[in-house]
């Protein structure tokens, strides 16, 4: 396990990957995109080329497989052959209980928790480094509580043996942010 993960290993929310389907869709029936859609694409661009991995919760995998049948069936396998899923490790659930105590919402401490204690399929990965977002309220918020949130984690990561105690909090940006330094 490569402790701690590289720093262009992106962990994409719910919206972004929706946004990146819309876009690989409207893109094969040449209609335009919207900003949203346009920034989604250039991250997936940007793996494209290699310059960051990204990742989706399991249960945005849940939710493009359930729509796989119904609509946009080849904008979804496109989008799943340029992402990878971020499996939940050990820890993950005492962390987002921890969040939770913090008020953050039940997905949003699940997303938090999944990026600090999340791991690849191989478990060679343990973190990510950017949870990428469009939820303006989980980036204020996580930058509001920031400091009691590391508090928190520091707490939580005394006790626990490696690799775990590797694993590391996340930033929480705007895609548009997220492009500028792997540009």
């Known amino acids: 396990m ?3 993960s590289s720093p262009t290993h992106l962990l994409l929310d719910k919206n972004v990957a929706r946004k990146s389907v819309s876009g690989l869709d409207k893109m ?3 209609f335009p995109l919207s900003d949203t859609e346009s920034i989604a694409l250039c991250i997936l661009e940007q793996a494209a080329k290699g310059k960051t991995r990204p990742f989706i919760a399991p249960e945005s995998l849940h939710i493009l497989l359930s729509l796989e049948r119904t609509v946009a069936s080849h904008s979804i396998r ?3 052959d340029q992402v990878e899923v971020l499996y939940r490790g050990r820890y993950l659930k005492r962390w987002a209980r921890r969040l939770r105590r913090m008020n953050f919402t039940r997905e949003d401490a699940k ?3 999944l990026a600090t204690f999340g791991t690849d399929e191989a478990g060679e990965i343990l973190s990510v480094s950017v949870i990428v ?3 303006q309220r ?3 918020k996580y930058a509001h509580e920031l400091a ?3 508090g928190q984690f520091e707490a939580m990561m005394a006790g626990l043996e490696p690799p775990f105690c590797y694993a590391r909090l996340p930033e929480v940006i705007l895609p548009q942010k ?3 330094p792997i540009q």
Do not use: C, K, N, Q
Request: hydrophobic share 55%.
């Open 178 to 180: 997220a492009l500028g």
């Open 78 to 80: 496109s989008f799943l």
């Open 133 to 135: 977002t469009f939820d």
């Open 148 to 150: 009691v949130i590391r």
């Open 138 to 140: 989980l980036i204020s």
């Open 28 to 30: 094969t029936e040449v």
């Open 2 to 4: 490569s402790i701690p």
């Open 111 to 113: 997303l938090l928790s």
